[in-house]
């Protein structure tokens, strides 16, 4: 077992490391605005874009993947406007696994952040606008020192859900080897050619990944009384 286990091709983990880490950096610049204002708003327009972002949740991967590779294939105008203008395939390619990532992710991040801001003291908000600080600082100097739990269970568990992600990935990437080939599409192909011992390795692999990201999530938010996001 120990000669198997050093003779595996960690690659695939690797991808899928780097995969979750691009997709992490990217959500949470997208997400941490669009929170902001979720968290403050009264819009009546609030609970359409909150069905809209949690859509990924309840749509099966393979019906959100198949709509994402429609409409990033080299036919769409969105694929064929990267084509043209940076020469980049956004069908089975690492570029189209982070955008189809993103979008498969996005409420992972979303979710916690909107949750972590609405828990804020609104008289510590007002006390910053009174103060003189505009929005912009008061978003950064105030609010997200003020929600670390949030912020914690945003960026781990968006960070796990990419690496153990299959549906999605397989759908719009394939399995290129180092190129859109990580470990969950791996695990599936061992056990599509019976090799189970390697198979047992990376799934050993993952559920232990899994398992240490879940408990400390939730030792951190059990510390601080509170929960966010789909931890509510």
Known sequence: MLEKLLAVDYTPFVLSFKLAAVTTVVLFFISLPLAWFLA????RAKP???ALSALPIVLPPSVLGFYILRALSDNSPVGAFFEKTFGVS???SFPGLVVASCLYSFPFMLQPLQGGFQSLNRRMLEASFIAGKSPLATLFMVALPNIKPALLTALIVTFAHTVGEFGVVLMVGGSIPGET????VAIYEFVETMDFETGHIYSAIMVLISFVVLF???TFNHRHGRKFGAFQ
């Open 181 to 184: 080939k990580v470990a969950s």
């Open 48 to 50: 359409l874009i909150e």
């Open 216 to 218: 400390a999530v939730y």
């Open 90 to 92: 956004l069908t089975f």
């Open 40 to 43: 403050r708003t009264r819009s």
